[in-house]
């Protein structure tokens, strides 16, 4: 490869990864968001009152960008109230008061997979959509004409400090990942399956290796080691480094003849294709410094973040921040009644300490955001065009190749806030743009 | 608990490196150099070095007082630019009270002039103690002299780069340990190449502006010296290079941020210094290279951003 892209040397603390992985069973009541992805929210076809069980689907897929949303215990739905995204908009959802059971559905059957459109609709059915955190509904990205798939590229570098669960899924879930591969290659033809693995996880590596002579039959898997280095899982990122080849900026993976798809998701795919249970526990990473007993846990979707601490042997202290995702990346949250949700990957309960951030100075012009940007971009340029607010320069230092991995603000010795205001100028220029198209 | 739970967008972890840290550093870096000075010239270099950087720091936080900014003095750049600016001072035959009063004078310029009026840290369009040390080389005849060693005697009288006759230069040992005329923190190349070293280590710096730099100056002493070696490194281990290629041109504020824009900038600092040193009026050139190249810096890092990597056809 031409050129290697840049990136920095996040802490690991990976603590829990050889932890055992515990299933929490034992909810009394789940509220479950209607809006756990990307697109439209699903529209409630249940109401207050009605008996469900798990795998009963209480929300419909409500057009062509949503996905469907299942029950995850069995019981009674109690409410259907307004529901507070963390992007500020807000949705329905359902709150279902557990029985204990956890009976599942008895009208789930494995769906019968013989044609491409089959397996579509089964990956849509499914609830399925990005587990790595983005939350885009799966089956969209399947929905493309199969002669333009060279490749599938599976992302397992897990490159996000504390996050474990993709690793968990490596290391115990090949056989569903195997399922769905076999499904996948069979009807769309693929027959190039790369697996992006951070290097430092040598365990996933070696059942990877495993899944890959398990499918020698359907398709060519291979393994690529990556370099220990974070934001190694960032779509474009790992396409690059798996097949050379770069996204552009408002492109697609499938504009390069991939697509892209996390290790969780795939698994979550195969099993449904399997057993016909639909996506309705989440397997996360529970850690921070004020986790009493830091775990991974298989927690029924819906479930407050406040239950799984408490699982996990409660708080010791009061956290400072309340993160679902890992530290990089993710979002913080505003109490722990918040639910866990399809695409949450971890929760983290940072202390006073682990949450710290050095003051904010003055630019020292050092250099170190456009020299860590696997981009080239020059994040404290943008910041000066965002602060005159010059639509212009901003189109032309090209911010909206960034994909907000927060390597420059990580680095930054006057702690700046530079992907913040990447964010915010993305926002700016969109708007900008707007009112010209307008005008015009 | 709710209620106590901190909002903020991502990064929530932080690499831990500050200004102050790098400050720091660059403080331990200049160590080698600031001891082998302080042997080779004597005690009164120490006073040359406390002056500047106790001046420096005073200026700066009088300024933050006077008009009412939060204080900045903390991350230690302003100390930095009083021990660069001393570094860069010889010690000259004087009434060590005039040695002082110009050495408060020079950190004024540099702290106040140079620094803050054109708005503190990261704003500054040139070195402050570069500028500063120019100042006080037209402002103070007795600070365009040379210092002088006080540990040997027999050591030719004047730097290097003004005498007359090859029997007067000293030997190309001596000129790496420092055993030399000239500015206090400039002669001691060994001292200066452990900073160098600590710099890459502590990866405060990069290697392409001291290399290059050096570099340039080197091959061009070459040609002129008609490719005698030992000529031309006695020219590259003479004056202010390797203090000026390691210390002061690698300010991040004055110098680009690109590894191209660094080797493009050190390129021409070395071009300037050696076209000062062969056809100037001037026996060194190293400190107005560094000035010229400052100015310019701007333009360079304009024309050397990295390429876009997710641009596609769309010209970045």
């Known amino acids: 490869m031409a050129i290697s892209l840049r990136g920095v040397q996040v802490p690991h603390r990976k603590h829990t990864k050889d932890t055992p992985v515990e299933y929490m069973t034992e909810v009394k009541s789940v509220t479950i968001p209607m809006s756990m992805h990307i697109g439209k929210p699903a529209r409630p076809c249940v109401k207050v009152g009605d008996p469900v069980c798990v795998g009963t689907k209480i929300g419909e897929a409500d057009g062509a960008v949503s996905s469907p949303v299942y029950s995850s215990v069995s019981g009674k739905v109690t409410k259907i109230k307004d529901f507070l995204l963390s992007n500020g908009s807000s949705c329905a959802a359902v709150v279902i008061e557990s029985d204990g059971e956890m009976t599942p559905d008895p009208a789930l059957t494995a769906p019968a997979v013989s044609s491409r459109e089959q397996l579509l609709d089964a990956i849509r059915e499914s609830g399925v959509v990005g587990l790595g955190g983005a939350g885009f509904p799966t089956h969209v990205k399947f929905n493309v004409d199969p002669s333009k798939v060279e490749y599938l590229i599976i992302n397992g570098a897990e490159c996000e400090p504390y996050v474990t669960s993709d690793s968990y899924t490596m290391e115990n879930r090949s056989e569903d990942m195997a399922y769905a591969l076999r499904a996948i290659s069979a009807h769309y033809g693929i027959k190039n399956v790369i697996i992006g693995i951070e290097a430092n996880k040598k365990k996933a590596i070696d059942c990877m290796k495993q899944l890959g002579e398990q499918v020698k039959d359907c398709c060519n898997f291979t393994v690529k080691v990556l370099p220990t280095q974070y934001p190694q899982g960032g779509e474009k990122v790992l396409v690059y480094k798996a097949i050379g080849r770069m996204i552009p900026v408002g492109k697609l993976p499938i504009d390069v003849g991939c697509i892209v798809i996390n290790c969780t998701t795939l698994a979550a795919i195969g099993s449904y294709l399997q057993t016909g249970m639909p996506l309705v526990n989440k397997c996360v990473t529970v850690d921070g410094a004020t986790v009493k007993k830091p775990g991974i846990v298989i927690v029924p979707i819906g479930t407050s973040i406040q239950d799984v601490f408490d699982y996990c042997g409660g708080l010791t202290a009061q956290p400072a921040k309340l993160i679902y995702g890992g530290p990089m990346m993710g979002i913080t949250v505003p109490n722990a009644e918040a639910p866990i949700m399809k695409n949450t990957n971890a929760i983290l309960a940072l202390s006073e300490k682990e949450a710290k951030l050095p003051e904010t100075t003055a630019c020292i012009r050092c250099g170190k955001c456009t020299n860590t940007c696997p981009f080239g971009l020059a994040p404290a340029e943008i910041l000066r065009a965002y602060d005159k607010k010059d639509a212009e320069a901003l189109d032309k230092l090209l911010v909206n190749g960034c994909m907000e991995c927060g390597c420059c603000s990580f680095v930054c010795p006057a702690n700046r806030p530079l992907v913040q205001t990447n964010k915010l100028a993305k926002i700016f220029l969109r708007e900008e743009k707007a009112k010209e198209e307008s005008k015009s | ?316």
Request: aromatic content about 10%; overall charge positive.
């Open chain 2, 1 to 316: 608990m709710s209620n106590q739970v901190k909002l903020a967008v991502s990064p929530h972890i932080h690499s831990g490196n500050s200004t102050r840290r790098i400050m720091l550093d660059v403080l331990i870096a200049l160590l080698p150099t600031t001891i082998a000075g302080a042997i080779i010239f004597g005690w009164k270099s120490l006073i040359i070095i406390a002056a500047c950087v106790a001046s420096c720091v005073g200026f700066e936080a009088l300024f933050n007082l006077i008009t009412k900014r939060r204080q900045t003095v903390g991350d230690l750049s302003a100390a930095v630019t009083g021990l660069l600016l001393a570094l860069n001072l010889p010690v000259v035959e004087q009434n060590l009270g005039i040695t002082i009063f110009q050495c408060v004078i020079g950190s004024l310029f540099a702290i106040i002039v140079v620094k803050f009026l054109f708005g503190g840290i990261g704003c500054n369009v040139v070195n402050p103690a570069i500028a500063a040390r120019v100042f006080m080389l037209i402002a103070f005849g007795s600070m365009a002299k040379v210092g002088l060693p006080v540990v040997v005697d027999t050591v030719s009288s004047a730097t290097p780069l003004s005498v007359e006759t090859a029997e007067q230069l000293p030997s190309i040992m001596d000129l790496f340990l420092g055993l030399r005329g000239g500015a206090i923190g400039e002669v001691c190349v060994l001292a200066l190449l452990i900073g160098f070293v600590y710099l890459l280590v502590r990866k405060v710096i990069t290697w392409h502006i001291p290399v290059v730099f050096i570099g340039t100056v080197f091959v061009a002493s070459l040609f002129m010296e008609g490719f005698d070696v030992m000529m031309a490194l006695t020219m590259t281990l003479s004056g202010g290079l390797f203090l000026g290629a390691i210390f002061m041109a690698t300010d991040y504020v004055t110098s680009p941020s690109t590894a191209w824009g660094k080797i493009i900038f050190a390129f021409g600092a070395g071009m300037i210094t050696f076209l000062i040193r062969y056809f100037g009026t001037y026996p060194e050139g190293v400190s107005f290279a560094i000035l010229l190249m400052n100015i310019l810096n701007p333009y360079i890092d304009s024309w050397t951003r990295h390429k876009i990597l997710v641009a596609g056809g769309k010209k970045a």
